[in-house]
């Protein structure tokens, strides 16, 4: 069992940064592949970023070269920095850990890029 907490969402311009943390406790975090979702309104759940335990990184095309997942082990974190943040970048974004064919999901933070 895995408890995941998000936090640093927020209202930023377009153009502007956010970095997303994600919290993890209950469980050995280090095994796990860790990713970020996001659902934006009228919109399906999209994959935005993973790493897996070992560092492996896959990205959304639509986020390459603009944002970054990263992975503290020793601090059972996850993060998101976003840059170069566009309105279409609106949305709930979610954690999730991923281990043997179990989903943990958090609450989700809301990030709005606006003027």
């Known amino acids: 069992q895995v408890q995941l907490e998000e936090s640093g969402g927020g209202l930023v311009q377009p153009g502007g940064s956010l970095r997303l943390s994600c919290a993890a406790s209950g469980s050995i975090f280090s095994i796990y592949t860790m990713a970020w979702y996001r659902r934006a309104p009228g919109n399906q759940r999209e994959l935005v970023a993973f790493i897996t335990s070992d560092g492996s990184i896959n990205y959304a095309d639509s986020v390459k070269g603009r944002f970054t997942i990263s992975r503290d082990n020793a601090k059972n974190t996850v993060y998101l920095q976003m840059n170069s943040l566009k309105p279409e970048d609106t949305a709930v974004y979610y954690c999730?850990?991923?281990?043997?064919?179990?989903?943990?999901w958090g609450q989700g933070t809301q990030v709005t890029v606006s003027n």
């Open positions: 999730n850990a991923y281990l043997a064919g179990i989903y943990y």
